[in-house]
């Protein structure tokens, strides 16, 4: 991996993979979400599919056409936490998908009459989610957790909230968000990285610099949220304060997290899916941000199995604290370095685990390190972090489950 600041404070970074012929370049802001003002929640979303319908020159049309022409591929995502521009192209063709990238953030086109048939499609977006319950209750668990707070609004947004963003915020959000000292290009797999600067030199260096403002910090509150009934399915995710990204113990929590349900062999899946049938999908996860982390539960049960399912689910979690093996341990510790060397095996999986690298801890850092710090996680750490995981407060959010008390 290599790296290069800009004198604007653009970071650029490559992992080269000179054995294919194919790379991906990707660009990623630190412009999420959890950035937003309250009263135009979404529009980091409404941001990224704007940016789509012209930029540089080019129609929307023409940007499809630009990078299919040469068998290419170009996406984005937003999260809580950042928005992401990624172009998957031959080798040759990387150039051109360093002017795509760049484009959609340096010269989007912002057309009135464009913005308003956008903000139909996302309100349709925001329409299908909340018909789909194991989509609209991770939203519902966030704001939950997060009640009141950036961190807890959903990407998506809301109506009024996306109705009230206009051509001029999509500017202020551009100029305010996408400075060089909070944005990365990043490219892996057959690349230069010399070529690479040369690029963002040509093309980023006058993106202005400075950083975007500290986004609000976090404070895990805890609470219920009980959704609409939905027919046949129950809907149920629990969550608890987690680690963030830089605390020691984030290593050990994860690992709590994967032998409670991270797999096919978890707690959660041979005891509520395998013995007792009470679910079909059953799994917990860690989600960590740069202050605060959610450790989380989720289940889809039928609602005649909900009480069974749900009580079972409580028993597991808890019981894992006292009773996990170092059998349990060593398992996840090798899933963990498994997941870890598979996903970057392709440049997109490498582009992304340097973004990452270089957003959480504002260095790049090699595979070794990271598994090593695995390799050093013991079984009371781990004991350690569910049980201080569990001691605080929780969120609840339920959909067609019986409504209960708040924790």
Do not use: C
Not at 203 to 211: D, M, V, Y
Not at 250 to 273: H, K, P, T, W
Not at 330 to 342: K, N, W, Y
Request: charged share 25%; hydrophobic share 40%; aromatic share 6%.
């Amino acid at each position: 991996m290599q790296l290069t600041i800009l004198p604007n404070g653009l970071k650029v970074a490559s992992r080269e993979m000179p054995a294919l012929e194919t790379a991906a370049v990707g660009l990623y802001a630190e412009a999420g979400s959890r950035h937003e003002p309250a009263r135009l929640n979404g529009i980091a979303h409404l941001f990224e599919h704007m940016v789509f319908k012209g930029a540089g020159g080019r129609s929307a049309r023409e940007i499809s056409e630009a990078i299919e022409d040469v068998g290419g591929d170009l996406n984005a995502s937003t999260e809580r936490d950042a928005t992401n521009f990624m172009a998957s192209v031959l080798a040759e063709h990387v150039p051109l998908g360093v002017e795509l990238v760049t484009d959609l953030i340096l010269e989007p086109h912002f057309v009135e009459a464009d913005l308003e048939r956008e903000k139909d499609v996302v309100l349709q977006e925001l329409g299908e989610a909340r018909d789909t319950p194991s989509d609209i209750i991770f939203d519902d668990l966030w704001s939950a957790a997060y009640d009141d707070q950036p961190l807890g609004r959903s990407v998506l947004g809301q109506e009024s909230s996306i109705d009230a963003v206009t051509v001029e915020d999509l500017h202020d959000w551009r100029r305010g968000r996408y400075r060089a000292g909070s944005v990365a290009l990043i490219a892996a797999g057959k690349v230069e990285h010399e070529r690479l600067v040369d690029l963002a030199r040509a093309r980023l260096a006058e993106l202005p610099a400075g950083t975007i403002e500290e986004s609000e910090p976090a404070r895990f509150t805890g609470g219920t949220r009980v959704g609409r009934s939905s027919p046949d399915q129950a809907h149920l995710a629990l969550g608890f304060p987690a680690p963030a990204q830089l605390d020691p113990d984030y290593f050990a929590a994860r690992m709590f997290s994967d032998i409670v349900g991270g797999g096919m062999s978890s707690r959660l899946f041979q005891q509520v899916r395998e013995d007792r049938g009470l679910a079909y999908s059953v799994y917990s996860q860690l989600h960590p941000h740069s202050d605060t982390g959610l450790f989380y539960v989720y289940a889809a049960t039928a609602r005649r199995e909900s009480a069974a399912a749900a009580q079972l689910i409580e028993e597991i979690v808890a019981d894992t604290v006292e009773t996990l093996t170092q059998r349990e341990v060593d398992r996840v510790r090798t899933q963990s370095r498994a997941g870890l060397l598979m996903s970057m095996e392709s440049p997109w999986g490498q582009a992304h685990y340097v973004a990452r690298q270089l957003f959480v801890y504002g260095r790049l850092i090699e595979p070794a390190e990271v598994i090593a710090e695995l390799e050093a996680v013991t079984l009371e750490e781990v004991r350690e972090a569910g049980r201080k995981m569990l001691a605080g407060p929780r969120a609840r959010a339920t959909i067609g489950f019986p409504a209960v008390r708040a924790a």
